[in-house]
């Protein structure tokens, strides 16, 4: 049963606006939260993380949003750009060196 | 480093053949992780190895499925008989204990089995 779950299996947007890709969980032992990206013909690279501790983690244009009480998080692309157009996929762990993904989420950024 | 290093990029085989698939991690990792990709159930963990033994191989699918870690800086997954249900791109990813931001992914390897 995937614990990990990527509801838009689709995402487009224009250049310069707001990408914002969701993902909800189910573990509540979950306690780290990742956002990987991957290109085609590539392996998915690490982009940004949260701890259950924080609700917000920024880097750059990239901020994720936790919201425990909802098992939710979510990431936001500003602006965005057409080298963002991915598949981005969400990561939960319990501390056990092993991480759980969604499905993905294909974003396409339109210039 | 080269980072973590996927052969065969691609392979294309008939069905009940054999497949093995190869991968050398990141050295100094101590973790290993064998990922399936579909459009179904994204990045599927397979199975995972601490310091060449292996933690967790509840995500194999069935027995035709096996995996071998014979020393630090190489890893095994082998399909035997390969059917057309397995296609699908496989990654390897390693990573040192506690650092799951530093988890890193091999290119991955597409087989594809007719």
């Known amino acids: 049963d995937q614990q990990v779950k990527q509801n838009s299996p689709s995402l487009s947007v224009q250049e310069g606006r707001i990408s914002i890709l969701n993902c909800d969980y189910t573990?509540?032992?979950?306690?780290?939260f990742l956002w990987y990206k991957k290109y085609p013909a590539e392996g998915p690279t690490f982009l940004i993380s949260i701890s259950s501790i924080k609700d917000k983690n920024e880097d750059g244009r990239f901020t994720v949003f936790l919201n425990k009480s909802a098992k939710h998080l979510s990431l936001h692309i500003v602006p965005s750009q057409p080298g963002d157009s991915a598949v981005y996929f969400c990561a939960a762990e319990t501390g056990a060196n092993n991480l759980f993904f969604g499905t993905g989420t294909r974003l396409t950024v339109i210039p | 480093d080269a980072g973590v290093i996927q052969s065969p990029r691609h392979e294309v085989t008939e069905m009940g053949q054999e497949v093995t698939l190869r991968c050398k991690p990141i050295s100094g990792h101590d973790y290993l992780f064998w990922y399936r990709q579909t459009m179904m159930r994204g990045l599927e963990l397979l199975i995972y190895f601490n310091n060449n033994v292996p933690i967790d191989d509840s995500g194999m699918p069935e027995d035709r499925f096996s995996a071998k870690m014979p020393n630090a800086s190489f890893s095994t997954l082998k399909i035997q008989p390969s059917e057309p249900r397995d296609s699908a791109v496989y990654f390897c990813?390693?990573?040192?204990?506690?650092?799951?931001?530093?988890?890193?992914f091999g290119p991955g390897t597409r087989l594809t089995v007719l």
């Open positions: 573990n509540s032992m979950f306690d780290y």
């Open positions: 990813a390693s990573r040192t204990s506690g650092r799951a931001d530093e988890q890193f």
